[in-house]
């Protein structure tokens, strides 16, 4: 797809097929950030062999499902993609609306990724993609627990992934309630607390595994608390409830 002739991906680079369902994808982090980075993806050869787009927003109906299409042409422009490159990945987007509150929405996803999963050959694995207020992001994985999207097989054939973007949660309380309500129906492995501005990924205290990275916010070193998950701040001088990366946080502190 695109320019993909031009930069060969190798086997190990090119993820397992998968079908992207994004949440909020009407809005402006899709519309700048998300599709066209899908296009530079593709361009680079770094898209699975087999995938799909499925946007979901508020709106629904046909003039909706247009819009977000016409989104998807002019994230393609912004990336510089050709005529081709943006035909291939339109023929594999499709688009839902409704609320995001409603039990009755998750299960017409649940219909949909099934019907894309058997077209699409992508074998009921999906990255789900939270570009919503930090208030809506337990409200979705609950809703996507509730219709069964969230379950994987024990050989790991099948997995089900959720990005959630930053701010996590508005403040230390808000952070810690959202870490519970994600947990209470994904296993810390499925979960990806991201910045997507400082390709940063943040993970929970509570995680097994060793963070990579640092702190999600400059907020931090100014509010004292942290949007990303709720850790024990190692900055000298300072107890409060921050980030777990000395170096990062003190480059944050630097730049407050």
Not at 124 to 150: C, F, I, M, Q, S
Not at 222 to 247: W, Y
């Amino acid at each position: 797809m695109g320019n993909s002739a031009n930069h060969p991906a190798r086997d190990d680079q090119r993820p397992q097929p998968c079908g992207v369902v994004i949440f909020g994808a009407t809005g402006d982090l899709a519309q700048r950030k998300l599709l066209p980075s899908l296009f530079r993806l593709a361009a680079r050869g770094l898209l699975p062999e087999q995938y799909y787009v499925l946007g979901v927003g508020r709106e629904a109906g046909r003039a909706a499902e247009k819009a977000f299409r016409e989104r998807v042409r002019e994230a393609a422009a912004d990336a510089g993609a050709d005529e081709g490159a943006a035909k291939t990945l339109l023929d594999a987007c499709a688009y839902m609306g409704g609320a995001l509150d409603d039990a009755a929405l998750y299960r017409d996803i649940a219909g949909k990724v099934a019907a894309m999963d058997e077209a699409h050959g992508t074998g009921g694995r999906h990255l789900y993609y939270l570009a919503l207020p930090p208030d809506l992001h337990a409200t979705v994985v609950e809703g996507l627990g509730g219709a069964k999207l969230t379950r994987e097989d024990w050989d790991a054939t099948t997995w089900n992934r959720v990005v959630v973007e930053k701010p996590f949660g508005r403040d230390l309380e808000s952070a810690r309630d959202l870490d519970r309500r994600l947990q209470s129906v994904l296993r810390e492995r499925q979960i990806y607390r991201i910045d997507h501005s400082s390709i940063i990924e943040v993970r929970s205290a509570a995680s097994p595994r060793k963070p990579t990275s640092g702190c999600c916010s400059t907020a931090c070193s100014a509010t004292r608390r942290c949007s990303c998950a709720p850790t024990a701040c190692k900055r000298a001088g300072r107890s409060s409830p921050t980030c777990s990366i000395p170096g990062r946080t003190e480059r944050s502190a630097r730049a407050a």
